[in-house]
T-cell receptor, first 111, second 115 residues
């Protein structure tokens, strides 16, 4: 079963605006990761935040993690048309080397 | 080299065919994964190999048979598939979790159509 629910399911913004995506999960995690997928292609890792971290930055990306609410958010600042993609959160739990992906947010950035 | 390659890019097969998907990485990763992804859905884990041994099988039907001939290669053998098996099949690799390098690197996928 899927670990994470993401919202919104779809988001359409104009270039230069900020995009925020949210992820909620159900059980305790070791870390949470965000991946981007361009249409019909492989996933690209964006950022990883560990369960003992609350916020992390990478370039135009800002990720927060609230373990008490079992939720995370991904903020993309000053969006570009090239950011158009689907974004998935993924959680790792327990001792297994497996990730469970959320339902995804489809982001459309228009000029 | 931070690339995971997959062949073929596209595959059309009948329900009685036998085919194989191939995945290769040269990053020295010792964990490799197969995922299945339907349109507009997240990837679903199928198999995990760690140090060339099958460590996770997510109750995948036996018509899918994984193989890890060496630390760089991962195959997925397909036999007697059903039309509902049509999907994008993604391969990924990473260092095992014990090394705390948990980013997964994905290949571009094989788009499979079963007729």
């Amino acid at each position: 079963s899927q670990q994470g629910e993401e919202d919104p399911q779809a988001l359409s913004i104009q270039e230069g605006e900020n995009a925020t995506m949210n992820c909620s999960y159900k059980t305790s995690i070791n870390n949470l990761q965000w991946y981007r997928q361009n249409s019909g292609r492989g996933l690209v890792h964006l950022i990883l935040i560990r369960s003992n971290e609350r916020e992390k930055h990478s370039g135009r990306l800002r990720v927060t993690l609230d373990t008490s609410k079992k939720s995370s958010s991904l903020l993309i600042t000053a969006s570009r048309a090239a950011d158009t993609a689907s974004y998935f959160c993924a959680t790792r739990t327990g001792t297994a080397s497996k990730l469970t992906f959320g339902t995804g947010t489809r982001l459309q950035v228009t000029l | 080299d931070t690339e995971v390659t997959q062949t073929p890019k596209h595959l059309v097969m009948g329900m009685t065919n036998k085919k194989s998907l191939k995945c290769e990485q040269h990053m020295g990763h010792r964990a490799m994964y197969w995922y299945k992804q339907k349109a507009k859905k997240p990837p679903e884990l199928m198999f995990v190999y760690s140090y060339e041994k099958l460590s996770i099988n997510e109750s995948v039907p036996s018509r899918f048979s994984p193989e890890c001939p060496n630390s760089s290669l991962l195959n997925l053998h397909l036999h007697a598939l059903q039309p509902e098996d049509s999907a994008l099949y993604l391969c990924a690799s990473s260092q095992p979790r014990t090394l705390r390098q948990e980013t997964q690197y994905f290949g571009p996928g094989t788009r499979l159509l079963v007729l």
